[in-house]
């Protein structure tokens, strides 16, 4: 597996001897911390209710929904990895709202607002999930996924943008 | 209890919308991330709903510290800043009047959150807090809309890449932080 450092380094584009590139090892820490957080959000221990390959498919859909078509490609090749078959495979469609899968239908709903609009979440967001089956501690972990995507995403687009600078 | 809607510096009440872990009930692992000792049984009920993804939790505490409050780079009062400008565009209004007020503090001065809560992103604000600000605010919109003046502008500013590394950071972690506390409950009359 690509470790994150070089994963955020690749898709930002930070040549290895660059200025750049010591910016960054100044805060090796924190870049390190991010991939752990990656692996925890993506490929924990104990998924719970949300498998390996859901949450890659989840996580490639966030990275369309978000215009980051490299980090799109990293994780279908996640999905891939964890044998991503079926209405699990279809997650990444933007289209695709789950069809008659009601558990489906709701993480993707849930996802997507979470992704593009969370200000507008409420309360009745949860409790749709709630109603359509998904337990509590499953919710944590949907929200911790779409939360760390976010973050993992804006990250790269600043880097992206701060290689201009040394 | 009143669903709070306007942003505040006043730090509210969270309610959950998620049954917190019952500390009764925690595993070993979950204790441990807690880091619940015999001595130390307070843990918000914010922790205590994050607590139900453990693996997650362990490692966000301390990349988030690492973050907000590593030496040298960015200030940290403009660290807050970048996440008070991420929690306006998310209406997160917990996060935002956490570290407005923590901004209010480090900084000794109350008008530049006065401006940004009465303005969002019209705020009008003197040229480094404003780089800083518009930076923020445009990195934080799904997508992210920041572009090359804004960065060109930080420089302008005086900002060295240091400091924007860590205006990255840090906005991009209340990208994060307000996917959580935003969604999983609701501020509340303290």
Same mark, same amino acid.
């Given at each position: 597996?690509?470790?994150?450092? !070089?994963?955020?380094?690749?898709?930002?584009?930070?040549?290895?001897?660059?200025?750049?590139? @010591?910016?960054?090892?100044?805060?090796?820490?924190?870049?390190?911390?991010?991939?752990?957080?990656?692996?925890?959000?993506?490929?924990?221990?104990?998924?719970?209710?949300?498998?390996?390959?859901?949450?890659?498919?989840?996580?490639?859909?966030?990275? #369309?929904?978000?215009?980051?078509?490299?980090?799109?490609?990293?994780?279908?090749?996640?999905?891939?990895?964890?044998?991503?078959?079926?209405?699990?495979?279809?997650?990444?469609?933007?289209?695709?709202?789950?069809? !008659?899968?009601?558990?489906?239908?709701?993480?993707?709903?849930?996802?997507?607002?979470?992704?593009?609009?969370?200000?507008?979440?409420?309360? !009745?967001?949860?409790?749709?999930?709630?109603?359509?089956?998904? =337990?509590?501690?499953?919710?944590? #972990?949907?929200?911790?996924?779409?939360?760390?995507?976010?973050?993992?995403? #804006?990250?790269?687009?600043?880097?992206?943008?701060?290689?201009?600078?040394? | 209890?009143?669903?709070?809607?306007?942003?505040?510096?006043?730090?509210?009440?969270?309610?959950?919308?998620?049954?917190?872990?019952?500390?009764?009930?925690?595993?070993?692992?979950?204790?441990?991330?807690?880091?619940?000792?015999?001595?130390?049984?307070?843990?918000?009920?914010?922790?205590?709903?994050?607590?139900?993804?453990?693996?997650?939790?362990?490692?966000?505490?301390? *990349?988030?510290?690492?973050?907000?409050?590593?030496?040298?780079? *960015?200030?940290?009062?403009?660290?807050? *800043?970048? $996440?008070?400008?991420?929690?306006?565009?998310?209406?997160?209004?917990?996060?935002?009047?956490?570290?407005?007020?923590?901004?209010?503090?480090?900084?000794? @001065?109350?008008?530049?959150? $006065?401006?940004?809560?009465?303005?969002?992103?019209?705020?009008?604000? @003197?040229?480094?807090?404003?780089?800083?600000?518009?930076?923020?605010?445009?990195?934080?919109? =799904?997508?992210?809309?920041?572009?090359?003046?804004?960065? $060109?502008?930080?420089?302008? $500013?005086?900002?060295?890449?240091?400091?924007?590394?860590?205006?990255?950071?840090?906005?991009?972690?209340?990208?994060?932080?307000?996917?959580?506390?935003?969604?999983?409950?609701?501020?509340?009359?303290?």
């Amino acid at each position: 597996m690509v470790a994150m450092e !070089d994963l955020l380094r690749r898709i930002a584009g930070v040549e290895a001897t660059s200025g750049l590139a @010591e910016v960054l090892d100044k805060r090796a820490d924190i870049f390190e911390m991010t991939q752990e957080s990656h692996d925890a959000a993506l490929m924990p221990a104990d998924p719970g209710g949300i498998s390996h390959a859901e949450r890659a498919a989840l996580a490639c859909r966030v990275a #369309r929904l978000t215009d980051a078509p490299d980090f799109a490609t990293h994780y279908e090749d996640l999905m891939s990895k964890a044998g991503a078959v079926g209405t699990t495979a279809r997650i990444v469609d933007l289209e695709f709202l789950g069809g !008659d899968d009601t558990r489906l239908a709701a993480l993707i709903r849930h996802v997507d607002l979470i992704a593009n609009d969370p200000k507008s979440a409420t309360g !009745d967001a949860i409790e749709a999930l709630k109603g359509a089956g998904i =337990s509590e501690p499953d919710i944590v #972990r949907l929200s911790e996924l779409v939360a760390f995507l976010s973050y993992q995403l #804006r990250v790269a687009a600043g880097l992206k943008l701060m290689r201009v600078l040394t | 209890m009143k669903t709070l809607h306007d942003f505040t510096t006043t730090v509210p009440a969270w309610k959950p919308h998620v049954a917190p872990l019952d500390l009764a009930k925690a595993t070993v692992a979950q204790l441990d991330a807690l880091k619940v000792t015999p001595s130390n049984q307070k843990v918000s009920d914010y922790v205590l709903v994050l607590a139900h993804d453990v693996e997650t939790l362990k490692v966000r505490t301390p *990349l988030f510290n690492a973050i907000m409050y590593n030496r040298g780079g *960015l200030s940290r009062a403009e660290r807050e *800043l970048g $996440a008070v400008s991420s929690s306006v565009v998310n209406r997160c209004i917990y996060c935002a009047a956490v570290h407005a007020s923590r901004y209010n503090q480090l900084a000794r @001065e109350g008008t530049t959150i $006065a401006e940004i809560f009465a303005r969002g992103a019209n705020a009008k604000l @003197e040229p480094r807090l404003a780089a800083i600000f518009n930076f923020a605010t445009r990195l934080s919109q =799904s997508p992210p809309t920041a572009d090359s003046a804004d960065i $060109a502008a930080l420089v302008d $500013a005086g900002l060295n890449p240091d400091e924007i590394l860590d205006l990255v950071l840090s906005t991009s972690l209340f990208g994060w932080a307000n996917r959580l506390m935003h969604t999983l409950g609701e501020p509340i009359e303290a």
